[in-house]
């Protein structure tokens, strides 16, 4: 069967977003990617306790019956910096 797989954020960046992100959570829409069937997906800004910004992005789509969605994820500092980026291992990418 085909069909878009989700393999969301890296188990190191859910743990960064619990133990950083501001609560009540400030979450925003960053931009959309679609899958093979033209379904739109949500990428995510979430706001940090330290006033920095979290951005999600499609780190890589490989296809195994269909796009396995990897997402990083890049921290901002206030000036707009990427100062820290959690990614997936190409390992992982590859065995998907």
Not at 18 to 41: E, I
Not at 42 to 60: C, H, N
């Amino acid at each position: 069967m085909r069909c878009d797989q989700m393999m969301g954020l890296p188990p190191k960046a859910v743990i960064f977003l619990d133990d950083n992100v501001t609560q009540p959570q400030v979450t925003k829409t960053c931009g959309t990617f679609y899958g093979m069937f033209g379904n739109g997906y949500t990428l995510y800004e979430r706001q940090l306790k330290s006033g920095q910004i979290a951005k999600e992005f499609v780190q890589a789509a490989p296809w195994s019956s269909g796009p396995c969605f990897f997402i990083g994820l890049r921290v901002y500092d206030t000036n707009g910096t990427c100062v820290q980026e959690f990614l997936w291992g190409e390992e992982e990418i590859d065995n998907c």
